[in-house]
């Protein structure tokens, strides 16, 4: 067999690692994204993923998600599907500044809440953002639609939360995993589906209450906020259960380094399965949803690493790089019941 016959066999990801183990994937994958070049630029640039600084993780979530096909050994979670189409920042924004953002399908309004003192006195929030709001927002929803509650409880303790998350327990990621809760605590949401001309708005709060306790950290003796339980808003809790998208936990676990990959994972499990046919999404399309934080040519450069590994976590995704974009074919859901 040639070697660009052997390359053809190929196809995926996945059966790059599949043939070769995770390993040998990585250190192969430049010489095989090399030989595709000619016949299919778009594979080759998937495959050649492999061979970059972040290889071995897409290769390790490849190998981990065909284990978890073969066993059916899924970690259901929900989320409701508007997440699907807009989400939270990849960065940090300054305090009390907005998150405006706008898709072919929906736009996003994230506004900051305000934390009074005892004295009076007033700090102004940032928006939600990055991996921990995600992991956190995919926690809260699951837990409301398997238990049919808007309550959710946290506890005092943030290793509790960790654990459940699938993070490693340490004090600056407690830190930082108290300051995102209350970041979605105080927010407020619009989600807009349509035009100026005709549309339907979503206005709510993610939380309706919640119930926290201050406490010195003992490294900073900065006061740190825990909450430790919050009720979810009665709008976001009904659009919770009347739009809801099944997720592999256990993929979003395997993803979490990178927040643009979890929401193009979101954003093809919500899409890939209701497809009827072949669709092509735009590389403008995919900026405006995907990349706002950064200059078009620019995203078209780093999204094929984050696409990779959203696809290395969902095996049945049928996903071809193209010149114009990304051609989406009809693929069954990441959670099989």
């Known amino acids: 067999m040639s070697a660009v016959d ?16 995770a390993q040998e994937a990585v250190t192969s994958a430049g010489g095989i ?29 490849a190998a981990a998600s065909i284990i978890r096909d073969v066993e059916q050994d899924f970690e259901i979670g929900y989320t409701y599907s508007a997440w699907c189409l807009a989400g939270l920042p990849h960065r940090e924004h300054p305090p009390g500044e907005d998150w405006l953002i ?35 927002l995919i926690d809260w929803q699951t837990e409301a639609f ?39 605590a105080r927010c407020a949401i619009d ?20 119930q926290y306790v201050t406490e010195d950290d003992p490294r900073t003796k900065r006061p740190v906020r825990m909450i ?13 259960r009347r739009h809801p ?12 380094s990178s927040p643009r990959a979890i929401d193009i994972y979101l954003w093809l499990a919500f899409r ?12 403008p399309a995919l900026w405006r949803q995907f990349g706002r934080e950064k200059h078009l040519k620019t995203f078209k450069d780093e999204f094929k690493e984050p696409l990779a590994l959203a696809l290395a976590a969902y095996r049945a995704a049928k996903v071809q790089v193209v010149e114009k974009g990304l051609s989406l074919s009809p693929s069954p859901p990441p959670v099989k019941f």
């Open 102 to 136: 706008g898709t072919d399908y929906a736009q996003l309004l994230v506004r900051p809440g305000v934390r009074v003192m005892d004295n009076g006195t007033r700090e102004h929030l940032s928006v939600p953002v990055g991996t921990l709001a995600r992991l956190i």
């Open 33 to 61: 994204a090399a030989r595709l070049e000619d016949t299919d630029p778009g594979r080759a640039s998937l495959i050649r993923t492999v061979a970059g600084r972040n290889g071995r993780r897409i290769a390790d979530t």
């Open 245 to 256: 998208i099944p997720i592999d936990r256990s993929a979003i676990k395997d993803i979490q």
């Open 272 to 283: 890939l399965h209701a497809l009827k046919n072949e669709t092509v999404v735009s590389w």
């Open 191 to 210: 989600f807009k589906f349509g035009s100026d001309r005709e549309a339907v708005i979503v206005n709510e709060r993610l939380v309706e209450a919640f």
């Open 6 to 21: 052997q390359a053809d066999l190929f196809g995926s990801i996945h059966e790059l690692v599949e043939a070769k183990g």
């Open 146 to 184: 398997e238990k049919g509650s808007r309550e959710i409880v946290m506890g005092r303790n943030p290793n509790v939360l960790l654990k459940r998350l699938g993070l490693s327990r340490g004090g600056p990621v407690s830190r930082k995993i108290a300051d995102q809760l209350e970041r979605l």
């Open 228 to 240: 430790e339980r919050v009720v979810l808003s009665e709008a976001f809790y009904r659009e919770l």
